[in-house]
Antibody, heavy 120, light 107 residues
Framework: EVQLVESGGGLVQPGRSLRLSCAAS????????MHWVRQAPGKGLEWVSG????????AYADSVKGRFTISRDNAKNSLYLQMNSLRAEDTALYYC?????????????WGQGTLVTVSS | DIQMTQSPSTLSASVGDRVTITCRAS??????LAWYQEKPGKAPKLLIY???SLESGVPSRFSGSGSGTEFTLTISSLQPEDFATFYC?????????FGGGTKVEIK
């Protein structure tokens, strides 16, 4: 059974940093791209960042480019999101999502999310 | 970036109704479109990819069509468990983008 478990969310002041983690199990992690998708309270879905199976391709939404860094450790079956210079508008539930391919951009499994609140 | 526009934003329907949701892309995305269903407190669920391919395990009452810039998601006979919010998403190019969502409510 595929499982994605996010952690690392919490309350953080504007301008500070936070690192999210996603532990994956139930599939061959290094065969698939992985992504972060977020949802602000009461709002729609927003793709944040993605990384291909072999880290050869990485992409970011314009809203986070230069502030967020995605990475993965295939030996640990883990995905990460380093979030720097956080802003109030980054407040959201952050989902880890598995791609259906090596770098396709379709999400067939999602975690339950970790909540990030940016506030002073 | 490719903008995705869904309509309507809210839809009121009854059990058994045929429901159609439209998604428009700001430029051609060929058939690189996915549909997701989201229920309150739950993670989104993939329904359809490549515009019309049904994800494994998804009921056949869900279908997708379209190509280029115009796409539709159809539920042939709405069931009680289908009341939810639906999102389209393009994966023709990065950054990936979602539509604003369509909430299907009970009439």
């Amino acid at each position: 059974e595929v499982q994605l478990v996010e952690s690392g969310g919490g309350l953080v002041q504007p301008g500070r940093s936070l690192r999210l983690s996603c532990a994956a199990s139930g599939f061959t992690f290094d065969d698939y791209a992985m992504h972060w998708v977020r949802q602000a309270p009461g709002k729609g879905l927003e793709w944040v960042s993605g990384i291909s199976w072999n880290r050869g391709s990485i992409a970011y939404a314009d809203s986070v480019k230069g502030r967020f860094t995605i990475s993965r450790d295939n030996a640990k079956n883990s995905l990460y999101l380093q979030m720097n210079s956080l802003r109030a508008e980054d407040t959201a539930l952050y989902y880890c999502a598995k791609d259906i391919g090596k770098w396709l951009g379709v999400f067939d499994y999602w975690g339950q999310g970790t909540l990030v609140t940016v506030s002073s | 970036d490719i903008q995705m526009t869904q309509s309507p934003s809210t839809l009121s329907a009854s059990v058994g109704d045929r429901v159609t949701i439209t998604c428009r892309a700001s430029q051609s995305i060929s058939s690189w479109l996915a549909w997701y269903q989201e229920k309150p407190g739950k993670a989104p669920k993939l329904l359809i990819y490549k515009a019309s391919s049904l994800e494994s395990g998804v009921p056949s009452r869900f279908s997708g069509s379209g190509s280029g810039t115009e796409f539709t998601l159809t539920i042939s006979s709405l069931q009680p468990e289908d009341f939810a919010t639906f999102y389209c998403q393009q994966y023709n190019s990065y950054p990936l983008t979602f539509g604003g969502g369509t909430k299907v409510e009970i009439k």
